[in-house]
């Protein structure tokens, strides 16, 4: 059984006709908890000052406490600043580091919000105002040093919302321990974008044959430079070809292809595994949540061999 980690509790109080579909995570914890999949709900506890810390200013993280933020800030985010908007990103943030310490534990996990990888050093942007992966992949590294002993803890960001990580990018640049790769539309936002470790920029239009392609290759040539020890799994559903923002035209078969390459890749190299969800704008949050619990199935599928993998290896000694 793998844990999944929800934030829909923690409503913000958006402006009547805002284009950010909020509905959706409750929508999709509803029909995990009514799966048959083997998944337990879990409310992630808030990230802490500290954690936050690890990957952005100080002076913008108080700034974002306090409410002392300008128009223009706001508006780049792209959510009205309050108190519950405070309340839910670091919610988001900590359901990432919990996905993530789960996973080390069963082999995978999910966040089933996530993915705020727009969020800069110092700035939030792209309705990102705190960037969980980045807040985590130093998280799970200080765990590691700390418990473990494991001075070189080396993290993978595979990165498949059609929005480019920039923040990721931004903020983890320079470091040998990770590696941010990010597989995006070409002429999405943002249009100014960062530079991660790999990059691949899709024209408007690509379907199922050339995505996969593409992916399998990216993977083959990280394997060559990188190993890591855990990786990132940012499965948005904004490829898909009913995203009203994506401008990409994955299928849902195609949507299946693509988790079935990036878990089968981490599958052979015996990684564990921590997604979240991030973005997906369909005008029918049926669909999308429908797609979304296909993800959720195929991690908790990943786990239950994952923990079959690491039992035979136990009991073989």
Known sequence: MIEAFYTDEFVLPLPAGHRFPMEKYRILRDKVNQSDCSVRLLVPPAATLGQLALA??????????????????????????????????????????AACRSALQHGASVNLAGGTHHAMRDKGGGFCVFNDLAVAARVYQTDCIARAGNINPKVLVVDLDV????????ILAGDPSVFTFSMHGEKNYPFRKSQSDLDIALPDGTGDIEYVTQLEQALHCIEQQF??????????????????????ALSDSGIEQRDSVVLGWAEKRNLPVAAVMAGGYFPDLEHLTNLQLGVVQRLAKYGWHYKSRVDLIKNSK
């Open 56 to 97: 952005h200013s100080p002076a913008y993280v108080q700034r974002i406490e306090s409410g002392n933020i300008s128009g223009d800030e706001q508006r780049d985010i792209g959510f009205p600043w309050s108190e519950r908007m405070v309340e839910r990103s670091l919610r988001s943030v900590g359901a990432t580091v």
């Open 163 to 170: 929005h480019q990580g920039d923040g990721t990018a931004s």
């Open 227 to 248: 190993q890591p020890d855990l990786v990132f799994y940012v499965a948005g559903l904004d490829v898909h070809q009913a995203d009203r923002l994506g401008k990409l």
